[in-house]
Every structure is written in structure tokens, then in C-alpha cells.
């Protein structure tokens, strides 16, 4: 008998695409990576040595620890909600050293063991590994491909019947959280103001509490009038909106992120307390990047035009050659696969014949097949791949 916890009996290396790439990174042959979502291997100029003046800092020499995360940081986070309008407390406020992180106090907060959270399908394939390593089980709800409209391809939006018909499952019933990822990764839709009221009216009768991702909230590329605003302006349901600068300001190697907790007065100020316990007890934040937030935040407009300017040269070039699903915002794109084979074929096939990686869709939990790209890639590399890409026939 293993010593090893249940919740780690994962499938190590049984995927052959990742040993493919593994592979492919080991013999040094370059390849055409199109799912490159990492910000700082994306040759963007707002990456200088400038950043870092702000990390020699006097203050960093003394720890001042604070469970909820240093107030000037807190402020910081807090005049970012302001830009958009909503007024938020410091006190609301928790700093985390990653979105992951906060997560798993959200999870800890609100879970016992087999609980259930319900979250979106497709979406970020790290959500399974998070919950399950904090004991609880995620439940789909799927997004549909809604009809195209005019001349536009079709879009992800939350399946209507998810919410409104009862299902007969009990987890789904008695789900401790809904998750919402705004906008999602892959498909690239915010929650819409009716989905809202849906959501809203499913967590009144459950007592369920909302966690919305934001991280994608800024790179919006196609505002419609019926797109939600942050959750974190939310009233009337317990919510935790949750965000960092990995996306925000493309720093994921400064580890800065953070949950706004916001809803009924008085569940709010418990939920506050107990967070308050779950961080203190790891107070895991850096005090130089907490220093340094306020003068990064200044170059917040600076850094989203040139991602989003990064995500239109992208999306554009794609578009000219695919027909891309429709998305309002966020840095992927999608390519439905017509015919018989399989997205991890494809994937396998794109990669040994062209040099060209993408992931396929069922690592998001797609129903069908579907090719996921990055839209933050190098242009160069975007380009090339893109061509490559055409060169099979799919
Ligand atoms: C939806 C979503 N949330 C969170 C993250 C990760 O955020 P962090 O780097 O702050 O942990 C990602 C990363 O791709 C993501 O896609």
C-alpha cells in the first residue's frame, strides 16, 4: 500500500500529446507553439527592465504582515473597481499570491469534502484539479453554441436550460457555489445581464454563493449591451470575485491576486472573518510585489492596449482564414473541426507533420471537436502557424 492520498491518484504522463511535446522540448526542434498564453514569452515591449525599479524598495526590508494583504495594495485593487464605477472597501478586499490561491480559501471557505460547486463546460482545465484538491466536486453546466447572427459565426452562451429546469441531481440542487468565468476561457463569453437574473434566481432558491473569475474582465474586444458588469459590485448574492495582474497587467511572475468579497451585509462580514483565519494562516504574499502594485498599476493602460492591440492583430489574421467562433472577449480563439477526426488527432497530427502545437478542445471538456489557440502569441509565430495549420486539411 502507497502512503499517497486518493485526491492525488491523477493520471500522470498517460496523455500523448503532452508526451509529444514533452518530446518535442527535449530534442530542441522548434516548433510553432500557438497555445503560448504565457505573457512574458510573448515579446511584448511593456516587459523592461523599468518594471523592476519599483522592487528596490526601503519599505521591502521590514515584514508587516496582514492576513487581508498590505491596505496600500488593498487600495490600489480598490481604485482599479473605481475606474469601473463600483465603489468597493479596502476591507473587502483579500490579496493572494495567485488566482489558484484564491480558489482554494474560497473553496475552504465554503466546502466540506464532496460537496459541489457547479462550473461552466468548456472552460479552465485547471478548476477539476483545484477542486479536487480541495476535496470538492465540480458539476457542469454547459454552454451552447447560440444561432449566428447576420453574418457572424456562433458563440458559446450559458445553456438557458442549465439553470431554469430543475435538474434531478442532488448535487446539482445543493451546490455550495456557482462558478462563473467572465469571460470564459475558451469560449470567450462574459455572463450576460439575463444570465445574471438566472443565476441570481438559482442561488436564491439554493442558497448558493457565486464565484466569479475575472482575470479576462479587461480584454473585452467586442462590448454588447447585454454583457454583465464585474461581480463585484453584486448585492444580493454572496460573491467572490476574483482577479490578479497575471492577466490584468500580464505579470503572472509577480504573483499578485485577489478576492472581493461583496453581497449581504451580514454573510459578507462572516465570510470576511472566516477568510481572514484561512489567510493569515499562510500569508503567502509577497511584500515587495505588494509594494511595488500601486506603480504597476500605472501602466495598466499601457499594458491591456498592447495585449488587446496583440489580440485584434491575431484574431483578425485567424478570421481570414478560419471561420472563428464568435467571442466578445478574453485571449483565445476557437476552430470547430468539421468531419471525422478527432480533435486529439488533429492536435497529434498538427504537431509531428507541421511543427504547430495547439490544444485540442477536450482539454477544456468540449462536446465535439474543437482547436484552441492563443491570441497573445508573437505575431511572427502566430502567422506562420497559422499557415502551417491551413496546410491540413481538416
Ligand atoms: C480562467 C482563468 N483563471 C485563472 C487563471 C490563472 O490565474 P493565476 O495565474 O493568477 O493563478 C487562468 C490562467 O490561464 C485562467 O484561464
Sequence with gaps: MKPFAKRTNWEIGANALTLAVEAYRKSGKPFFDLIQSNPTHCQFDYLKPELLKNLEDERNLAYHPNPRGMLHAR????????NMG??????????????????????????????TVLAPQPSYPLLDYLAG????????????????QGRSNPGFEIASSSFRTPRNDREFKNPKAVM?????????????????????????????????????????????PEQAPSFAGEKEILTFTLSGISKILGLPQMKISWIVVNGPGDLVQE???RLEIIADTYLSVSTPSQNAL???????????????????????????????????????????IPGAQSDEEITLKLLQEEDVFVHPGYFYETEGNYLILSLITAPEIFQEGVSRLKKLSF
Design 271 to 273: 465570510a470576511m472573518s
Design 180 to 224: 462563473l468565468i467572465h469571460p470564459n476561457n475558451p469560449t470567450g463569453n462574459y455572463v450576460t445581464k439575463s444570465e445574471l437574473e438566472f443565476i441570481r434566481k438559482f442561488c436564491r432558491k439554493t442558497n448558493a454563493a457565486v464565484i466569479s473569475d475575472e482575470v479576462f474582465l479587461d480584454f473585452c474586444f467586442k462590448e454588447t
Design 294 to 336: 500601486e506603480a504597476w498599476f500605472e501602466w495598466h493602460p499601457a499594458i491591456q492596449s498592447e495585449i488587446l492591440e496583440r489580440i485584434f492583430e491575431n484574431r483578425q489574421f485567424l478570421a481570414k482564414h478560419f471561420p472563428i467562433l464568435e467571442a466578445e472577449g478574453g485571449w483565445y480563439a476557437m476552430l470547430q
Design 75 to 82: 487600495e490600489t485593487i480598490a481604485l482599479y473597481y473605481e
Design 133 to 148: 484538491l480541495n476535496d470538492v466536486k465540480v458539476i457542469r453546466y454547459p454552454l451552447s453554441l447560440r444561432a449566428p
Design 86 to 115: 463600483l465603489s468597493i472597501s479596502p476591507e473587502q478586499i483579500f490579496v493572494t499570491a495567485g488566482t489558484s490561491e484564491a480558489y482554494s480559501f474560497v473553496f475552504r471557505l465554503l466546502a466540506n469534502p464532496d460537496d
